[in-house]
C-alpha cells in the first residue's frame, strides 16, 4: 500500500475510534468522567421531552387563537410543567391563559407568571433574550452543574430555571444566575430530586439577584399538588 493511502487510512481508523469513544462518553464509570457524563446529560427521558416540545407548540398555537395580536403569551415546559410568562391586557385574559394550557395534552401543572398589563417592548425583549444566554453560557462554565437538563427564559429581566437537579445543583445554578449583571430576579422551578435517584452520579458569581423558589421536592417525579413551594428570596448584595 502507498504511504500515502496508508496515512489516510490511519486518519480514517483514528476518527472512527474517536467517534466511537464520543459515543461511549455517557456511560463512563468512575472518577470525573462520571460527573462530567451527568452534567451533559438532559436527565428527562426521551419520552418527556417529545412532549415537552408537542406542549410548547400547542401552547403558542392555542394561545394565537385565543389572544391574536392583543396579548403575548409563551410557554416552556420540563417533564410536563408548564411556565407561562408573557402579558395580556386583562386578569380574565390571564385566567383564560391558564385555563387554556391546563387543558393541552400531557400538561401536568401551571407556573402561572403572565404580567397583565401592555406587551413588553422589542428592545426589552431583546435584551430579555441577550440574558438567557448570559445565563446559559455560565451554567455552561460551572462546575457541577447539570446545564443540559436545566432550560432558561428571562421576561424583563426575571430569569426562570426549570429542570430536575439535587437541592445543591438547584442552589448552584440559581447563584449563578443571580449574580449576572442586568438580572433582577431569579425564580427557581426545580424538579428536587435526592442524588441517590439519578441514574448516574450527578454531575459564584459576584452581587446577587432576588432568588424566589418555587422548587418542588421528593424523590421522585411530584404529582401536580406538589409543585407549589414555599417562596425563599436572595436579597440584593
Not at 475510534?17 to 462518553?25: E, I, N, Q, R, Y
Not at 415546559?77 to 407561562?84: C, E, F, I, K, V
Not at 433574550?129 to 462554565?141: E, F, H, I, N, P
Not at 430555571?161 to 427557581?188: C, D, F, H, P, Y
Request: net charge positive; hydrophobic share 40%; proline share 4%.
Amino acid at each position: 500500500m502507498p504511504v500515502h493511502a496508508r496515512t489516510l487510512a490511519r486518519l480514517l481508523i483514528g476518527l472512527a475510534c474517536l467517534s466511537t469513544l464520543s459515543a461511549c462518553g455517557l456511560f463512563v464509570v468512575g472518577g470525573v468522567a462520571a460527573t462530567s457524563a451527568t452534567v451533559a446529560t438532559d436527565r428527562r427521558t426521551a419520552g418527556e421531552q417529545v412532549d415537552d416540545q408537542t406542549i410548547e407548540l400547542r401552547v403558542a398555537s392555542e394561545m394565537n387563537k385565543a389572544f391574536g395580536d392583543k396579548a403575548r403569551v409563551l410557554g416552556m415546559s420540563y417533564a410536563g410543567r408548564l411556565l407561562l410568562v408573557g402579558d395580556v391586557p386583562t386578569e380574565a385574559d390571564r385566567q383564560q391563559a391558564e385555563t387554556i394550557a391546563r387543558g393541552i395534552t400531557k400538561v401536568r401543572t401551571v407556573d402561572n407568571h403572565i404580567r397583565v398589563g401592555d406587551i413588553t417592548p422589542l428592545s426589552v425583549r431583546t435584551n430579555d433574550t441577550w440574558l438567557t444566554s448570559k445565563v446559559k453560557s455560565q451554567l455552561v462554565a460551572t462546575e457541577n452543574v447539570p446545564f443540559r437538563t436545566i432550560k432558561v427564559t428571562t421576561e424583563r429581566g426575571i430569569v426562570y430555571l426549570m429542570g430536575k437537579v439535587t437541592q445543591e445543583e438547584g442552589q448552584r445554578a440559581a447563584t449563578v444566575a443571580a449574580g449576572i449583571s442586568g438580572v433582577n430576579k431569579v425564580v427557581k422551578l426545580f424538579m428536587i430530586v435526592a442524588r441517590e435517584t439519578l441514574l448516574t452520579e450527578p454531575g459564584q458569581q459576584g452581587a446577587a439577584a432576588p432568588v424566589s423558589d418555587s422548587s418542588s421536592s421528593g424523590a421522585t417525579a411530584p404529582s401536580p399538588a406538589n409543585h407549589d413551594g414555599g417562596a425563599q428570596t436572595m436579597p440584593v448584595q
